[in-house]
């Protein structure tokens, strides 16, 4: 069977990353924003990171322009505005597609192992994937499930 550490994905920087290098820590995967009336969830995530970061927990946000073009063009701009505004610390991606037929093969992935409400279809910005340390995808969060909301969830996965 397939885990996230079988994928590839390109850093902001332009960068091909193994997602090997997280094998044996939780992992939280989450498709952003940065216009959206949920980004303020950059700064929960953010707290989640802080928290569980020295327990081996990483937050993954992959920037997607697929709902509302609420992402910007610029990558450089995406990552400066999560850090000057909510200090955002945990790895930015380049911006990807999530749905459709450019959908990176990581969240085709993800979308496979935990389907959504009536669909396997990421709806919205902001819905989120816990993967355990083994690589497998655990549980799949709604976009409107406000982070500290998971927390429970998190730590069974630590």
């Given at each position: 069977m397939q885990s996230i550490y079988d994928f590839n994905v390109t850093a902001a920087n332009g960068e091909i990353k193994s997602l090997r290098e997280f094998e044996g820590k939780p992992v939280l995967i989450v498709n952003t924003?940065?216009?959206?009336?949920?980004?303020?969830?950059?700064?929960?995530l953010q707290e989640?990171?802080?928290?569980y970061q020295d327990q081996g927990l990483t937050v993954l946000g992959f920037p997607c322009g697929q709902f509302n073009q609420q992402e910007f063009q610029d990558i450089n701009?995406?990552?400066e505005f999560c850090q000057i505004n909510y200090g955002v610390s945990f790895p930015i991606f380049a911006k990807i597609d999530v749905n459709g037929e450019q959908a990176d093969p990581l969240f085709v992935f993800l979308k496979e192992q935990k389907k959504?409400?009536?669909?396997?279809?990421?709806?919205?910005n902001f819905t989120k994937f816990l993967i355990d340390r083994?690589?497998?995808?655990?549980?799949?969060?709604?976009?409107?499930?406000?982070p500290e909301e998971i927390e429970k969830e998190i730590e069974k996965v630590l």
């Open positions: 924003a940065s216009k959206c009336g949920l980004t303020p969830q950059f700064e929960g989640l990171y802080k928290k701009e995406t990552t959504g409400v009536l669909s396997k279809a990421i709806k919205w083994d690589g497998n995808v655990v549980e799949r969060f709604a976009p409107t499930t406000k």
